[in-house]
């Protein structure tokens, strides 16, 4: 500004000095007064905007008020989301100031807190042309044309404009006509307004998004906020400037969804106390919370979910849309289907047709995003189910039928207006690019990447306008632990799809969020615009930008030396060989590789204890894999424990974070690798019969894998025994969160070399822990507390009795099972070999009071005619069973109806 000012005085004295002396000398006056006039005229731009600056700074304080009113929503009174917002800003307010905001208006929040004292008087609102001081306005654009001014709130919905989600903070400081400064924080409706809210904590008081995840800390305390601001409009009564970023108002993808899927970690740290879910609801909150402090809105809500589930309540309290994944289509939790109720579109299409009914009037009115499809009894393909399917044409042709069905469904209980998306992971991408699929009108094709940041060439070809994209930054079996989708290709992906406009949804999966906080920032970044991440840089540029970004964020305080290696270290990470190698059919993540270690060890320890020729096999394929990455690897180890050093004796806080990411992932690859290593050396050593050298080497394994797993327990925040007495860091939060690590199962690797040691030894077998593959068709960590459930079969397609009539379960639905071995029970009936007794039942027992079960060993429906079921069916060749609850009353069949099929094999 003095610049600016001094610049101006200058060409003033140029106008009046020069010219004066030039006019003297020529003596005519009437030539340089117009000269004058003229260069004047030119200037005059220049002038006013060199004394009237583009950006400047503002602050706040511990007693800076809130300003608030019952105006904040349209209808009047605060939305439960913007109430919930309020909690957290709060609660940032208080870690930087150490006291409560103080609160101006109409309205008392926090009513959970504490109730209104009933002597209290609201403050009288403050007048910004005659008070003084600096006040924050938080709230809807009503609010703002209520407690500040109409012409400000008109300003500002100009600026905005009128896209969903829009949002911003503003500023306005004292001018001729106005005392006060204004810091303004609104939306254009509810979900802009809670974004605008958590902008008050990023933007003013510098508060990470993610100190959750990341370990950093919430806020940095001090006494004053100050903040830069750029001036955005200039009207005869005030100049508005807006806070932070230039980023976009409003978001370049229409929903940005997190989905919290294989959940090991999570339903074990954070296990609900009450078995009634995968993990806490306190723990979801958070999870929500962070989806909105990333300017998304969206959720699915865990792999196993129930429809009614306390979850999915907070999740539409908080303000956010609750979708469903490929499994769960219309929110059918198909891990918890009931045994022997058959699951089929194509035989017992009524069974179906009965639960979407009953799941679509149930949700309609929360703000939905359909899922429509049509898989198997869990995460499969349909047809393992039922084998008569056996053409792309016929399996395209029956899941394009259940999609309209559900479609029909979804317009006629919740409204033609609805959003239906229909996903393309696994078979359902072979099925569209083959085009077999006939996908209905109206609902959006989510193209599926193959959970490392590649979509199949065929697909990414078919993808048009308003399609989506469903992407992993972790996935189950391989990549869960770990950072493995490098950032220059998620931008790679998403700029495709910006590109060719298929920016109607983006489902991100982050497993269980907490390893890989930088590639989830990233995408949120870019789902938020594109552009504003891409600016006027390359590639490269724009991907160090944002890496730079994060890391001052999360390791605020470290010396620029410091934070230059750190940087390195990170781009280094994201180029190391088994995540360049990565394609769209070559999957190598720390799991990949840690399954193939597995191999080789425990295929070395059966040889010796069954006194078998040592195999090779699985040790010359490890052996390719590791000599792809181990030197470059052991070169990130290296550096990464030079660098832990340095952080700890420099800053506590940043070390912390350092461990939690990427110091224990770095520990995890390496130990990976070098496992490998051990476990085909020791192969070759067995077959050189150098017993000794093998047992060395199984020691040396077990030691590498439990210093990986003490890294990991330092990154939780445990504490860590070691030789000094040394207990690393103190228990905090994340302290046993790598307890429950089912899916990459290090401690299991740790016992494989345990094993592997116990047979060269003695050629004996210990104890070891356990290691699960995949999730397949069912996991330990979906199972709710087994016996609540087992109460309550009779509530499906719901967890709890629900209180709505209208609204059916499948109480009324008959079981079809087989209990001896020969038989085979099956989500479409059974296979059995000789011959099967087959028995009935109705899911809710009590209901055979009221009615009796009725059969045909036909398709054919029953009717009062028809067989009363007394005992087993016995069955001799393949048959089908179509039974229901019939009304003793009515003498009618009670929806809905089932229909199994039995089929004889030969073996």
Not at 31 to 60: D, E, N, W, Y
Not at 667 to 675: C, G, L, P, Q, R
């Amino acid at each position: 500004r003095t610049l600016s000012l001094l610049l101006c005085l200058l060409f003033v004295l140029n106008l009046f000095v020069i010219n004066n002396i030039y006019c003297e000398l020529e003596l005519v006056w009437l030539c340089c007064i117009a000269r004058m006039f003229l260069q004047f005229i030119f200037l005059a731009p220049f002038f006013i905007s060199g004394a009237l600056t583009s950006t400047t700074t503002f602050s706040v304080n511990v007693d800076t008020p809130w300003v608030l009113s019952d105006a904040s929503t349209e209808a009047g009174g605060l939305p439960v989301s913007f109430d919930l917002a309020l909690r957290d800003v709060r609660r940032d307010w208080y870690l930087t100031f150490g006291l409560e905001p103080l609160i101006m208006g109409t309205i008392w929040p926090y009513t959970d807190y504490y109730e209104k004292p009933k002597a209290a008087t609201p403050f009288p609102l403050p007048n910004m042309k005659k008070d003084k001081g600096t006040y924050v306005y938080l709230g809807n654009l009503s609010h703002v044309e209520q407690t500040l001014s109409l012409t400000v709130a008109k300003t500002i919905k100009e600026i905005l404009g009128h896209k969903p989600e829009a949002h911003g903070c503003f500023a306005i400081r004292p001018s001729e006509t106005v005392t006060t400064t204004s810091i303004i924080c609104t939306g254009v409706d509810d979900l802009g307004v809670v974004f605008a809210t958590y902008q008050l904590s990023t933007r003013v008081l510098n508060v990470n998004p993610q100190h959750f995840w990341t370990d950093a800390p919430q806020a940095i305390p001090r006494p004053q906020a100050n903040i830069t601001a750029t001036l955005v409009k200039t009207t005869t009564e005030f100049s508005l400037y807006r806070i932070g970023e230039d980023d976009s108002y409003s978001p370049t993808f229409r929903y940005r969804a997190i989905f919290m899927n294989d959940e090991d970690l999570l339903s074990g740290f954070a296990q609900d106390p009450l078995d009634e879910a995968v993990f806490s609801v306190s723990m979801w909150d958070k999870v929500f919370e962070t989806i909105l402090r990333l300017r998304g809105n969206g959720v699915i809500v865990g792999t196993a979910c129930f429809p009614d589930e306390r979850s999915l309540d907070q999740a539409t309290r908080r303000g956010l849309y609750v979708a469903q994944h490929h499994v769960t289509v219309l929110g059918t939790n198909t891990f918890q289907w009931p045994t022997g109720v058959p699951y089929s579109f194509n035989r017992s299409r009524e069974t179906q047709e009965y639960v979407w009914h009953s799941l679509v009037k149930s949700q309609s009115e929360r703000n939905m995003l359909w899922t429509v499809g049509y898989r198997g009894l869990n995460d499969y393909a349909f047809w393992f189910d039922d084998y008569i399917f056996q053409t792309n044409k016929s399996r395209g042709r029956l899941i394009s039928d259940a999609m309209k069905t559900q479609q029909s469904i979804v317009y006629r209980e919740a409204g033609p207006e609805s959003e239906l998306f229909t996903y393309l992971w696994s078979e359902m991408t072979p099925l569209f690019t083959s085009g077999h699929l006939d996908i209905p009108e109206n609902v959006t094709v989510v193209h599926a990447d193959a959970g490392n940041g590649y979509v199949d060439p065929l697909s990414l070809n078919l993808t048009k306008e308003g399609d989506g994209l469903y992407m992993h930054t972790a996935v189950e079996g391989g990549k869960q632990l770990t950072e493995t989708v490098p950032l220059p290709r998620i931008l790679d992906l998403l700029s495709t799809f910006y590109d060719k406009k298929a920016t109607k949804i983006v489902v991100l999966n982050p497993s269980d969020m907490k390893p890989v906080p930088l590639g989830t920032a990233f995408v949120f970044a870019c789902l938020w615009d594109i552009e504003y991440v891409t600016k006027e840089k390359t590639r490269t540029e724009a991907v160090d930008t944002f890496m730079l970004s994060w890391l001052h964020t999360n390791y605020g305080g470290v010396s620029s030396t410091l934070m230059t290696d750190l940087h390195s270290l990170y781009n280094a990470y994201f180029k190391h060989p088994y995540l360049e190698i990565e394609n769209l059919t070559m999957h190598v993540g720390e799991g990949d590789l840690a399954s193939t270690a597995r191999n080789v060890v425990v295929t070395l320890t059966n040889n010796i204890l069954k006194d078998e020729k040592i195999s090779e096999a699985d040790a010359l394929l490890a052996m390719v894999e590791y000599e792809v990455g181990l030197k470059y690897i052991t070169m990130l180890s290296n550096e990464a424990v030079r660098l832990e050093k340095l952080l700890e004796e420099e800053n506590p806080n940043a070390a912390r974070v350092f461990q939690g990411h990427l110091g224990s992932q770095i520990a995890i690859w390496y130990a990976t690798v070098k496992s490998m290593e051990i476990g085909v050396n020791a192969t070759f050593a067995m077959r050189d019969k150098r017993a000794n050298d093998a047992l060395r080497l199984a020691k040396e394994g077990q030691l590498v894998v439990e210093t990986m797993l003490a890294a990991e327990r330092r990154g939780d925040g445990a504490s860590v025994y070691n030789s000094n007495n040394n207990n690393g860091n103190g228990n905090r939060f994340w302290s046993s969160l790598h307890l429950y690590d089912y899916l990459d199962g290090y401690m299991n690797l740790r016992d494989v070399f345990r094993a592997l040691a116990a047979a060269i030894e003695t050629k004996s077998a210990p104890v070891i822990r356990p290691w699960v593959f995949g999730t397949g068709k069912w996991n330990s960590f979906f199972q709710y507390d087994v016996q609540a459930y087992n109460n309550r079969t009779k509530n499906y397609p719901f967890f709890y009795a629900y209180p709505k009539t209208g609204i059916e379960t499948l109480a009324t639905a008959i079981q079809h099972t087989c209990t001896t071995s020969n038989c085979l029970q099956m989500a479409i009936g059974g296979n059995f070999t000789g011959t099967v007794d087959v028995h009935l039942a109705v899911v809710d027992s009590s209901l055979m009071q009221e009615g009796n079960i009725r059969y045909t060993l036909s398709s054919t429906t029953p009717s009062r005619n028809s067989a009363v079921y007394s005992k087993p069916i016995y069955l001799e060749q393949t048959t089908t069973i179509t039974a229901c609850l019939y009304d003793k009353e009515t003498e009618e069949c009670v929806p809905p109806l089932t229909r199994s099929l039995w089929t004889r094999v030969e073996s």
